[in-house]
């Protein structure tokens, strides 16, 4: 019912700046109520960077608070990731994440496949 594509990763020097794309399908979609963008290296466990709500509310983890902006189309058929002054650090596979109710209690999270950031130093 929700499917997510991302692209937009690739290799960039550090100071760099890349925007990753999460095209968002299927006929739950304006049932969504938050949309996420986590990320994940090796050795490391699944991280929230940034997260937009319905309302517009956003949220940043603090370490790239300031860096990254997320943004939602008004549509709701498209969410961003923008990347700016970009840091080694930076480097992992990042994840788009859908959440919606679908019952009395119960919230789904869909998952994208993923796309990889290298930030060499």
């Known amino acids: 019912q929700v499917h997510l594509v991302e692209s937009g990763g690739g290799l960039v020097q550090a100071g760099g700046s890349l925007r990753l794309r999460c095209e968002v399908s299927g006929g739950s979609i304006s049932s969504i109520n938050i949309m996420e963008w986590y990320r994940q290296g090796p050795g490391n466990e699944r991280q929230l960077v940034a997260r937009?709500?319905?309302?517009?509310?956003?949220n940043y983890a603090d370490s790239v608070k300031g860096r990254f902006t997320i943004s939602w189309h008004p549509a709701k058929t498209t969410v961003y990731l923008q990347m700016n002054s970009l840091k080694p650090e930076d480097t992992d596979v990042y994840y788009c994440?859908?959440?919606?109710?679908?019952?009395?209690?119960?919230?789904?999270?869909?998952w994208g496949q993923g796309t990889r950031v290298t930030v060499s130093s």
């Open positions: 937009i709500t319905s309302s517009g509310s956003m």
């Open positions: 994440s859908a959440e919606r109710p679908v019952g009395n209690d119960a919230l789904v999270q869909s």
